[in-house]
C-alpha cells in the first residue's frame, strides 16, 4: 500500500480493517465499508433485537481482526453490554475446543465471530460440537458461501450483519451471481462482490476524467456517488468519502437450511 501511495498509483481495497483509511493515504478506496461502520448497527441488535446484556467475542489476532475486535468492543460497551469473555485466536488455528469451552463457561449470551472463513468454519462447527447454545453473530464473513460450505449443517442459525451478501434480491446482484456461476462453476460471495465493483468503479472513473491519469481518478472517486441504476457495474448504490470510506446499504443475514437468506435490508450509514 505504501509503495502504491508513493507513486500516486489509486488503490481499491476490499479490506474492512478500521486503520486502511485512518492512515491519510489520498490514493486509498474501499470497496466494502470498514469494519468501524457496521459495529454500531451490530451492538444495537444484540441490545434491542436479541436482548442480550453479556456477550463474548472470538476475534482473529491478525490486524483484520484486532480493527473488528476494538471496534466491536467499543460499540457493545457504549451501548451498556458487558464482554465476558474475548477470546484471540492464531491464523490458521485449527483447535478451537478450548476457546468453545471459554465462552460456554463464561456466562455470554451471544457471541460475536469475527474471524477468516476457515476459522469461522471450524469455530462453528466446535460450537455445534460441545452445544453452545447462544446466538452466533458476526460480519460478511461468519454467513458466506464458504463457511457455509466448510461447516456444513453447522453453519445453520449463524446470523451476520453483511455490507455485501449473494442473496440480496437486488436484481443487478442477481444478474451478476448467475452470470458468475455460469463463467466458474461455482457460486460466488461477497469477495466476488468486492472485486467486480472495484473493477468497475476504477472503468467509470476513467471515463469520467476522460484519460487513463491516476491522480485525476483519485480526485474523482474522492466525494463520489454511483447509482446502480446508471452504473451497473457497482451492483448496488454507493458513495465514498473524502478518505475513501463508502457508505452503502446493508443487510441482515441468516444461514437457513445450508443458504444464505435476508431478513432485513438496513439503510447506508
Not at 505504501?2 to 490514493?27: R, W
Not at 469451552?101 to 469455530?123: C, M, W
Not at 436484481?171 to 468497475?200: C, W
Request: include cysteine; charge should be negative; hydrophobic fraction near 40%.
Amino acid at each position: 500500500m505504501l509503495v502504491a501511495q508513493q507513486n500516486g498509483i489509486p488503490q481499491f481495497t476490499a479490506s474492512e480493517a478500521p486503520s486502511i483509511t485512518q492512515k491519510g493515504n489520498p490514493y486509498i478506496f474501499r470497496t466494502n465499508w470498514g469494519a468501524q461502520k457496521g459495529m454500531p448497527k451490530i451492538a444495537t441488535y444484540l441490545k434491542d433485537q436479541l436482548g442480550v446484556s453479556k456477550v463474548a467475542v472470538a476475534w482473529a489476532n491478525t490486524e483484520f481482526g484486532k480493527g473488528g475486535h476494538d471496534s466491536f468492543v467499543e460499540n457493545v460497551k457504549a451501548v451498556g453490554l458487558d464482554v465476558v469473555a474475548d477470546v484471540p485466536s492464531e491464523q490458521g488455528q485449527a483447535d478451537f475446543s478450548a476457546d468453545v469451552l471459554k465462552i460456554k463457561n463464561s456466562g455470554a449470551e451471544a457471541v460475536f465471530i469475527y474471524l477468516t472463513q476457515e476459522e469461522a468454519a471450524r469455530f462453528l462447527m466446535e460450537a455445534v460440537k460441545q452445544g453452545l447454545d447462544i446466538p452466533r453473530i458476526g460480519d460478511s464473513v461468519l454467513t458466506s458461501e464458504k463457511v457455509i460450505d466448510l461447516a456444513g449443517p453447522a453453519a445453520n442459525g449463524a446470523k451476520s450483519h453483511a455490507a455485501l451478501t449473494i442473496a440480496a434480491s437486488d436484481p443487478l446482484v442477481q444478474e451478476f451471481a448467475a452470470k458468475f456461476s455460469k463463467r466458474f462453476g461455482y457460486s460466488p460471495d461477497y469477495n466476488g462482490m468486492k472485486g467486480y465493483i472495484g473493477a468497475y468503479t476504477i472503468k467509470y472513473g476513467t471515463e469520467m476524467v476522460g484519460e487513463v491519469n491516476s491522480q485525476k481518478l483519485a480526485d474523482v472517486v474522492h466525494g463520489l456517488c454511483l447509482d446502480a441504476k446508471t452504473y451497473p457495474g457497482v451492483l448496488i448504490d454507493m458513495c465514498w468519502d473524502d478518505v475513501g470510506e463508502v457508505s452503502r446499504q446493508s443487510y441482515m443475514v441468516e444461514v437457513k437450511g445450508g443458504r444464505e437468506t435476508v431478513s432485513e435490508v438496513l439503510p447506508a450509514n
